[in-house]
């Protein structure tokens, strides 16, 4: 059963409509990303959910609790952020600089008995592996041990949903991967369901169970980070989600196309009819590169990554990406030949 549910939400800023009709579910113990291009609308949806920002229609309910709805017995119910049981959490983390990490925790549980508070801190300290730190202040702290106070902080009002809004942005790269490998650890333990809006693929694929894929303030696809990858619904999922070359190929049978690496047997996404054209999306791994002065490509460029290379091979008139392993010589192969084993790929 859903734990969240958001129907049908429209959110305007003047005359420019943000959130278009939007509907989502985010069930007990989920973890979703919301992923898409800068300006779709993530960090509104955020504070529209939060209670943060005025919406202009639709409806938000959190467990058997309605947040938001247009007409209940003709009136109107737009529950106060406050009052939402939701954990919100930003990129800047938001601690008091002038609170120690113990009070900081101890700010919204001010409700409960010494004890009860003492107990609670001790518990959430371990949790996110700070026990010693207690004491210090948010300046004496790493930007990752700061952010996962501001978790300690959040979860110890025991808020139904998380949400965060880009909580890696201000995170080193080397240790940002680690850091959401042990926050996913401490909500999972929890078993607390939690939003949170990225607009890096590489942190949604680490983090999510589910991840929403916004474009122009709707959802264009949502599920596991293996369906989207797999099974993209639109070419901008497959491009958003990674790298891929768009080959033409005229369908021979349901399982055989024809292109400009010759005739391809393959299973699609899509259901293969013969005569049609698709267009078949193919990351650069799908690809088999050799060097062979008779074959059919030639590279026109290559970068060495930490990965090895990223090449641009040109086929007939077609360009084409492929990775090319690090011991690979570049330097003295120009020709290669480029193909592709059955597998299952892409197709629009
Ligand atoms: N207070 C505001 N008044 C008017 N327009 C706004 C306001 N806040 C955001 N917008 C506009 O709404 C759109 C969506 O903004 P939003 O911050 O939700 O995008 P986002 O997907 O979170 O982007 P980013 O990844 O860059 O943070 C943008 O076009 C933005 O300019």
Not at 45 to 51: E, R
Not at 101 to 119: E, M, P, R, V, Y
Not at 128 to 147: A, C, I, M, T, W
Request: charged share 20%; aromatic share 6%.
């Amino acid at each position: 059963m859903s734990l969240l549910a958001i129907n049908n939400l429209t959110c305007r800023y003047g005359n420019n409509t943000i959130l278009n009709d939007l509907s989502l579910t985010v069930s007990d113990g989920e973890i979703m990303c919301l992923l898409g291009p800068s300006g779709c609308g993530k960090t509104t949806l955020l504070k529209a959910i939060a209670g943060l920002i005025a919406t202009s229609s639709g409806e938000i309910n959190l467990e058997n609790t309605v947040l938001l709805a247009d007409n209940v017995n003709d009136k109107s119910i737009n529950v106060d952020a406050n009052k939402r049981d939701l954990g919100m959490i930003f990129q800047d983390y938001a601690l008091f600089p002038h609170l120690t990490i113990h009070a900081n925790i101890a700010f919204g549980i001010t409700h409960l008995s010494k004890t009860a508070q003492q107990n609670k801190i001790s518990e959430l300290l371990t949790l996110v592996n700070l026990d010693d730190l207690g004491d210090r202040y948010p300046h004496e702290l790493s930007g990752g041990q700061q952010q996962r106070v501001a978790i300690a902080r959040a979860l110890a009002r025991e808020p139904k949903v998380l949400l965060l809004d880009e909580p890696f942005s201000n995170i080193d790269a080397q240790l940002r991967l680690p850091l959401i490998k042990d926050i996913k650890a401490i909500l999972k333990q929890r078993n607390m369901a939690a939003i949170f809006v990225t607009h890096a693929k590489e942190e949604a694929f680490a983090l999510a169970d589910t991840m929403a894929l916004l474009n122009n303030g709707n959802i264009v696809q949502c599920g596991s980070p293996q369906y989207l990858y797999n099974y993209p619904a639109e070419k901008f999922v497959a491009e958003f989600l990674g790298h891929g070359s768009i080959l033409t190929a005229q369908v021979l049978n349901k399982e055989k196309v024809r292109c400009v690496l010759g005739d391809i047997t393959c299973t699609t996404n899509k259901t293969l009819i013969t005569n049609e054209t698709v267009e078949l999306f193919v990351r650069p791994h799908q690809f088999s590169v050799i060097a062979d002065e008779t074959g059919n490509g030639v590279i026109t460029e290559y970068q060495f990554r930490d990965d090895g290379y990223r090449a641009q091979v040109k086929v007939a008139e077609q360009n084409i990406e492929v990775w090319l392993p690090g011991y690979f010589d570049v330097e003295s192969t120009k020709v290669v030949n480029v193909s592709l084993t059955p597998q299952q790929l892409v197709a629009f």
